[in-house]
């Protein structure tokens, strides 16, 4: 069964990712050295397949960062995955900016750092707001065709994801854009009690 989020959830959501926004554009251009913009204009809670389309072509190449989050301890505990989603053009220009080779180790670290760095922010706002144990992992990148890439991220993740929730972003880096994707994969019982501690429930 999907579960379906109104607008007054999906706007809490929105409200957590712009928090998050300002945090993680102040850290990006410390370590580019450069002004930084991030806006993310859009929430969406689609079903999986919907939320491809919403992204992109699933046969598009794309450069990605992969951040697993644990929510929670113990018994409660719980996983939501951030899923970063650049083009080729864009990851190449950011490992540029850095003074490295794209698609090289160091590129590939550089690449990492920066997804790092936009995710944790993102998870410190959610953190922040809900007074969850909000615990990132080690960020990996990947690329691939969007659709491989979504596929294994999944494989990896534990637990039956009926929804996937979509904060399109915007990024700017002195002047020239770079459009990109966040995709937040959780397990029901993750997402459920996220929305739990901003006092929201979700319908079935």
């Known amino acids: 069964m999907i579960t379906r989020y109104d607008e007054q959830q999906l706007d809490a959501l929105r409200e957590l ?25 859009r929430a969406l809670a689609l079903p999986l397949a919907d939320a491809l389309d ?12 992969v951040l697993p989050v644990g929510v929670g301890d113990g018994d409660a505990a719980a996983e939501i995955v951030v899923l970063l989603l650049f083009s080729y053009r864009c990851a190449a220009s950011l490992c540029e900016l850095l003074g490295v080779e794209p698609r ?29 144990a909000l615990e990132p992992q080690p960020p990996h990148v990947l690329y691939d065709m969007l659709g491989a890439v979504v596929a294994s991220v999944l494989a990896a993740t534990v637990g039956e994801l009926d929804v996937a929730l979509v904060l399109d972003a915007s990024l700017t880096v002195e002047e020239a854009s770079c459009g990109m994707s966040f995709l937040l994969l959780p397990t029901v019982g993750g997402v459920a009690e996220l929305l739990g501690r901003l006092g929201l429930g979700a319908e079935k």
Do not use: C, K, W, Y
């Not at 998050?20 to 554009?25: H, N, Q």
């Not at 919403?54 to 990605?64: F, I, T």
């Open 104 to 132: 090289s180790e160091l590129g590939d670290s550089a690449l990492g750092e920066i997804g790092n760095i936009l995710g944790a922010s993102a998870v410190g706002a959610l953190a922040q707001m809900t007074g969850l």
């Open 54 to 65: 919403a992204v992109g072509e699933p046969d598009a190449m794309v450069a990605s960062v």
């Open 17 to 41: 990712a712009s928090i998050g926004s300002g945090t993680a554009a102040t850290a990006l251009s410390q370590m580019l050295g450069r002004p930084v913009g991030l806006a993310v204009p």
